[in-house]
Nanobody, 116 residues
Framework: QVQLVESGGGLVQPGGSLRLLCAASGFAFNLNGMSWYRQAPGKERERVAYISFGGGRTTYKDSVKGRFTISRDNPKNTVYLQMNSLKVEDTALYYC?????????WGQGTQVTVSS
């Protein structure tokens, strides 16, 4: 079955960095685009970044452009989100996502808290 397992979250001060990882299994990872989403308390889930199946195309939410970088390692079935210059407003539960056919799959999420 499809599994997405996120890790790498934590508590960091404003201006700090974190790298999130999503380990994927149960589907053809190298044939599918992957996304990172986040959801803050009381807010809707929003897509932060997307990477195409081969890694050649990436897109970002405007507010994270220039600070976040999505990448992938297809032999390791892993997608990453490098987050630099973190802001308090980046605090959220971060999720890995893949769409297979018409169905969305999600991991359990990893918490990122940016606070001084």
């Amino acid at each position: 079955q499809v599994q997405l397992v996120e890790s790498g979250g934590g508590l960091v001060q404003p201006g700090g960095s974190l790298r999130l990882l999503c380990a994927a299994s149960g589907f053809a990872f190298n044939l599918n685009g992957m996304s990172w989403y986040r959801q803050a308390p009381g807010k809707e889930r929003e897509r932060v970044a997307y990477i195409s199946f081969g890694g050649g195309r990436t897109t970002y939410k405007d507010s994270v452009k220039g600070r976040f970088t999505i990448s992938r390692d297809n032999p390791k079935n892993t997608v990453y989100l490098q987050m630099n210059s973190l802001k308090v407003e980046d605090t959220a539960l971060y999720y890995c996502n893949v769409v297979l056919g018409t169905r969305d799959y999600w991991g359990q999420g990893t918490q990122v808290t940016v606070s001084s």
